[in-house]
T-cell receptor
Framework: DAKTTQPTSMDCAEGRAANLPCNHS???????VYWYRQIHSQGPQYIIH???NNETNEMASLIITEDRKSSTLILPHATLRDTAVYYC???????????FGAGTTVTVRA | EAGVVQSPRYKIIEKKQPVAFWCNPI?????LYWYRQNLGQGPELLIR????????DSQLPKDRFSAERLKGVDSTLKIQPAELGDSAVYLC????????????FGSGTRLTVV
């Protein structure tokens, strides 16, 4: 898997946008970027994925730089329920195995 | 639709005792995974099944861990004998064949070995 680098932790104010960065400078041209999150005492949950274009769904937006070496997950209006560990994962293109790093612990504060 | 179901939710055992975890995946999901998550770390893959075949068990400590997936549906992960270092959360996940975005995880079994 392409190595990913994420900040260890970040805080966010409730109602504000949370921007979570991820570096993946060794990503190959056909490898996707996936984001999962894990709320305390639950299993990880899929959020979004993308290849090169920006993606948006009901949970979040994913912005991938033109050179694809980094991406940003955006939670547009963070709520207390968004407090979780967020994982940025780039699996090999011929494999669908998810390898989790330590992720970013996001704390949303009232 | 029910999600991935795991049992038990919590388990406390003494070291050297055996323990087993059970997983019922999403109906129709061909791929099943067992992960182990130590405190403060991300989940680590132990074994992956495609239907009833274990296609990746390179990270499974085979001297004490075993797994099976009978009829390509439910799966059981066993530890015998358990060691103190096996204390962790054991997560089961399933996905449709050939996807990395459709993983659905269970809530896990928290194992404490004393």
């Amino acid at each position: 898997d392409a190595k990913t680098t994420q900040p260890t932790s970040m805080d966010c104010a409730e109602g504000r946008a949370a921007n979570l960065p991820c570096n993946h400078s060794t990503i190959s041209g056909n490898e996707y970027v996936y984001w999962y999150r894990q709320i305390h005492s639950q299993g990880p949950q899929y959020i979004i994925h993308g290849l090169k274009n920006n993606e948006t769904n009901e949970m979040a937006s994913l912005i991938i730089t033109e050179d694809r070496k980094s991406s940003t997950l955006i939670l547009p209006h963070a709520t207390l329920r968004d407090t979780a560990v967020y994982y940025c994962i780039v699996p090999r293109s011929n494999d669908y195995k998810l390898s989790f790093g330590a992720g970013t612990t996001v704390t949303v504060r009232a | 639709e029910a999600g991935v179901v795991q049992s038990p939710r919590y388990k406390i055992i003494e070291k050297k005792q055996p323990v087993a975890f059970w997983c019922n995946p999403i109906s129709g999901h061909n791929t099943l995974y067992w992960y182990r998550q130590n405190l403060g770390q991300g989940p680590e893959l132990l074994i992956r099944y495609e239907n009833e075949e274990a296609v990746d068990d390179s990270q499974l400590p085979k001297d004490r861990f075993s797994a099976e997936r009978l009829k390509g549906v439910d799966s059981t992960l066993k530890i015998q004998p358990a060691e103190l270092g096996d204390s962790a959360v054991y997560l089961c996940a399933s996905s449709a064949l050939g996807t990395a975005y459709g993983y659905t995880f269970g809530s896990g079994t928290r194992l404490t070995v004393v």
